[in-house]
């Protein structure tokens, strides 16, 4: 298990959303790099970025940004938002970014999955966004009419890295992650899953750790920590304590 904290992008800025809504975000600096840094230094050993402009227009907007974060820190970055095609996935490779996270266009073009799993083995992760257990895409602004695991079942044989699963309900909110759904996802595919959304608590970081044995290999956590109601060390410390017990 592995503690990832999120820098999310609008505008060039460190912000944080309210359940994906651009009109509802909180500023918390005006240098993303920065942030990305004092994540690095206090134990993170991966950032989870997402171009939020990019995620609801469908192409790269913060590229620069993006970029200073790569060239400031030395830990894997995993970016998503607004990656829609293979020249964008090798562009941001090209720029140093270690994990791709597409979300949009593997509910519309599955076909592309496949080729850029094949193109990069073992770097293509998929985002599931779920709201009632209903997939969203176009940056949670468009509702589809697809189970998020029905979704996640498709990618099982292509290779993916890992899927990327948020409760859109619980993101941004601090109100703990909805650990039976994140369960009932985890255990029903073959894919290692990420999870994110809700994580307000060492308490939350604490259930999630059970949710090991059924493929759940890493934590994202955004507001809380911004928030100042988790502190990353201790966070990896509780997952660091949990590995040396097993």
């Given at each position: 298990m592995i503690i990832i904290p999120a820098v999310d992008i609008k505008?060039?800025?460190?912000?944080?959303?309210?359940q994906g809504l651009m009109n509802r975000e909180t500023i918390f600096s005006?240098?993303?790099?920065?942030?990305?840094?004092?994540?690095?230094r206090k134990g993170a050993k991966r950032l989870h970025i997402i171009d939020l402009d990019g995620a609801v227009h469908g192409k790269a907007f913060n590229k620069k940004v993006i970029k200073n974060v790569v060239d400031t820190v030395s830990i894997p970055v995993q970016l998503g938002g607004g990656i829609r095609d293979l020249d964008t996935i090798e562009e941001y490779i090209n720029l140093g970014i270690d994990k791709i996270i597409i979300g949009t266009v593997a509910y519309k073009t599955p076909k592309l999955i496949e080729m850029a799993c094949k193109r990069y083995p073992g770097r293509?992760?998929?985002?599931?966004d779920s709201k009632d257990n209903y997939v969203s895409v176009e940056g949670w602004t468009e509702s589809t009419g697809i189970i998020a695991i029905d979704l996640a079942k498709r990618f099982e044989d292509m290779g993916v890295n890992s899927i990327l699963y948020t409760d859109i309900k619980r993101d941004g909110m601090k109100k703990g992650p909805n650990i039976d759904a994140i369960r009932e996802f985890a255990k029903d595919i073959n894919i290692?899953?990420?999870?994110?959304?809700?994580?307000?608590?060492?308490?939350?970081?604490?259930?999630?750790?059970?949710?090991?044995k059924y493929g759940v290999s890493g934590i994202i956590i955004g507001r809380a920590l911004y928030d100042g109601l988790i502190k990353i060390e201790e966070a990896v410390d509780v997952v660091n304590e949990r590995s040396r017990q097993n």
């Open positions: 505008g060039g800025l460190c912000v944080r959303l309210e005006d240098h993303p790099e920065q942030m990305a840094l004092q994540w690095e293509i992760i998929i985002a599931i290692p899953v990420i999870a994110a959304g809700g994580v307000s608590a060492l308490r939350d970081i604490e259930d999630m750790l059970q949710l090991e």
